[in-house]
């Protein structure tokens, strides 16, 4: 499963990170 981060704001790059960290994502 591939995130795509749009707008790359601060609140989505925490989001994206904090996906990046879960277990469930590849």
Do not use: D, N
Request: charged residues 20%; positive net charge; contains cysteine.
């Amino acid at each position: 499963m591939r995130i795509l981060v749009v707008g790359g704001g601060g609140r989505e790059h925490a989001l994206c990170w904090k996906f990046a960290q879960s277990p469930l994502v590849e």
